[in-house]
């Protein structure tokens, strides 16, 4: 028994599966807002592609999985970032990977596509050419095929890590290789349509799964050069077309265009992201860590970290596509940025200080302040 009461007390507490908020240290540790989860992160392409070639070999068929080559944060025990798995995928000509589905919601940006590499979701096939993003929303069935003469390879990003932390991982498999088509003739006519089966108890699948990279350059062409944000520059984000908000409940899919030399102001925003360069060479300055990026590369931001990019040619335009935890934390009332809301989420302003520090002033000293 300790001499102190108070000490003697908490052991006491112990016993009885119960400890006093006032320890404080089991709740939350660090009262001065979150700590950067993970590390900044750099995959290069050269190394990733010889990689993914390499696992083609030594794993000829997809096996129960997917051969995708995950992006591991080694300051994290799982996970690009805390909230999100990015990775690579490669599948060989004829190959499929066969049908199932999971809570884990996902999206593919497609790297080395085809008009005949395909993605089947809930029964409709969406062709994966180049730069195209498909989405593959919780637990939807999905199944990948490779029907063209080349190896085709995508970024996959998934809120594997969240939803693992919330304990939420449910996993199905179709039993086939293959789900039936919604359209026997197979016809790949991706479906844009605004009627469903009434019958239905829920959609079957979202109305916005594919997001023609066609589509989404001409809108880039449009506003490239555009006045736009000075911590994100002509920063694009895929909408949902029938609710305007944004791709997955979780996850929000970005553009982002550099002109040559442009270099943005660094900011901070509770969210993470991870990015994928889809032209241009830039550099990517995360908590005095740089990361000089060139095509094809794949990089994460951790949430609350200070970042910036810049554009180093100073003759090519850069353009990256990322992945934001955004929604997520917006729909938690979480959302903030530093130095200032440059989304207009109408995010609350920083709380400088400690809140355990305030909470020990004496409440006349508080007063004062007001
Ligand atoms: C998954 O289902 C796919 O469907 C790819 O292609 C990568 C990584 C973790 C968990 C599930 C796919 C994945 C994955």
């Known amino acids: 028994m300790a001499d102190d009461p108070l000490t003697a007390f908490d052991e006491k507490l112990a016993k009885a599966n119960i400890y006093g908020q006032w320890t404080g240290e089991k709740l939350f540790r660090n009262t001065d807002g979150p700590q950067p989860a993970g590390e900044p992160c750099l995959w290069k392409w050269a190394e990733v592609r010889s990689l993914l070639d390499e696992a083609a070999e030594v794993m000829p068929e997809s096996q129960t999985a997917r051969r995708s080559l995950m992006f591991d944060n080694p300051g994290l025990p799982r996970g690009t970032t805390h909230t999100m798995a990015m990775g690579m995928q490669l599948i060989r000509p004829g190959e499929t990977a066969w049908t199932h589905r999971h809570s884990i919601a996902a999206l593919r940006f497609t790297i080395e596509g085809a008009a005949n590499l395909y993605t089947v979701v809930d029964?409709?096939?969406?062709?994966?050419?180049?730069?195209?993003?498909?989405?593959?929303?919780?637990?939807?069935?999905?199944?990948?095929?490779?029907?063209?003469?080349?190896?085709?390879?995508?970024?996959?990003?998934?809120?594997?890590?969240?939803?693992?932390?919330?304990?939420?991982?449910?996993?199905?498999?179709?039993?086939?290789?293959?789900?039936?088509?919604?359209?026997?003739?197979?016809?790949?006519?991706?479906?844009?349509?605004?009627?469903?089966?009434?019958?239905?108890?829920?959609?079957?699948?979202?109305?916005?799964?594919?997001?023609?990279?066609?589509?989404?350059?001409?809108?880039?062409?449009?506003?490239?050069?555009?006045?736009?944000?000075?911590?994100?520059?002509?920063?694009?984000?895929?909408?949902?077309?029938?609710?305007?908000?944004?791709?997955?409940?979780?996850?929000?899919?970005?553009?982002?265009?550099?002109?040559?030399?442009?270099?943005?102001?660094?900011?901070?925003?509770?969210?993470s992201a991870v990015c994928f360069v889809i032209r241009g060479q830039g550099r990517t300055v995360i908590d005095g860590t740089e990361i000089d990026w060139g095509p094809r590369d794949g990089f994460c931001i951790p949430n609350w970290a200070w970042h910036h990019h810049m554009n180093t040619s100073a003759s090519e335009e850069a353009v990256l596509f990322s992945v934001h935890d955004i929604p997520l934390l917006r729909a938690l009332g979480l959302y903030r940025e530093e130095p200032e809301d440059s989304l207009g989420t109408g995010a609350p302003p920083p709380v400088p200080g400690n809140i355990a520090d305030r909470t020990r002033e004496p409440a006349a000293e508080q007063n004062k302040e007001k």
Request: aromatic share 10%; net charge negative.
């Open 123 to 271: 029964g409709e096939p969406y062709p994966m050419e180049d730069n195209d993003l498909v989405l593959t929303p919780g637990w939807t069935w999905h199944d990948h095929h490779n029907e063209s003469d080349k190896p085709a390879i995508w970024l996959d990003v998934l809120d594997v890590p969240l939803m693992g932390a919330l304990n939420q991982v449910f996993y199905e498999s179709f039993g086939e290789d293959r789900q039936p088509l919604a359209d026997e003739s197979g016809a790949m006519t991706a479906r844009l349509g605004t009627l469903r089966p009434a019958w239905e108890a829920r959609p079957t699948a979202r109305v916005a799964v594919r997001y023609p990279w066609k589509d989404a350059e001409a809108q880039l062409r449009r506003l490239a050069g555009a006045d736009a944000s000075p911590y994100d520059g002509v920063a694009l984000e895929y909408v949902d077309p029938l609710t305007g908000g944004p791709t997955l409940p979780t996850l929000s899919c970005w553009l982002q265009w550099l002109k040559p030399g442009q270099e943005l102001k660094p900011h901070r925003r509770t969210s």
